[in-house]
């Protein structure tokens, strides 16, 4: 993964933040020369620098993926101090492994199952696919020591 040399951070500092922060990341897809943004919930994995997440098969997003394979990515906060990561990346979508990282992604974002918004995804798994994300470069901003 190329971190660009404007980044506020290194790799070492983006890939905590990413494992850490738990908010909706912001998926950019354009499609008829239109674009779309939509947030999903995702997971990174470290290992292999893929960023994942989990849609519909039927939905918007994972149409426009399908024929694009491409898309602009961004993950901040929401709250002062804003800080965060975007880039554009390389995107594959599949079913194998797309009920499991739906079932992490409830576990991250939820907590536990134990809830309507849990139970009512895990009813509609088996339509599930898995997005992932490699990307082709990221980069941060920190506005922390401005706050």
């Known amino acids: 993964m190329k971190v660009l040399r404007s980044s506020?951070?290194?790799?070492?500092?983006?890939?905590?933040?990413?494992?850490?922060?738990?908010?909706?990341?912001?998926?950019?897809?354009?499609?008829d020369n239109c674009p779309l943004i939509c947030s999903i919930w995702f997971k990174f994995d470290q290992g292999s620098q893929i960023i994942m997440g989990a849609t519909q098969g039927s939905s918007r997003l994972s149409q426009i993926l399908q024929k694009t394979s491409k898309c602009a990515f961004e993950i901040s906060t929401n709250n002062t101090p804003y800080?965060?990561?975007?880039g554009q990346a390389q995107v594959t979508l599949g079913k194998d492994n797309a009920k499991e990282t739906l079932q992490v992604l409830i576990?991250?974002?939820?907590?536990?199952?134990?809830?309507?918004?849990?139970?009512?995804?895990?009813?509609?798994?088996d339509k599930e696919v898995l997005i992932e994300l490699r990307p082709d470069w990221i980069s941060s901003w920190d506005y922390s020591s401005r706050m």
């Open 8 to 31: 506020s951070w290194k790799e070492r500092e983006i890939f905590s933040f990413l494992n850490s922060i738990e908010v909706p990341m912001r998926i950019a897809a354009n499609a």
């Open 83 to 86: 800080r965060g990561v975007r």
């Open 107 to 125: 576990d991250r974002y939820l907590g536990d199952t134990n809830n309507d918004l849990a139970n009512w995804l895990i009813n509609r798994a």
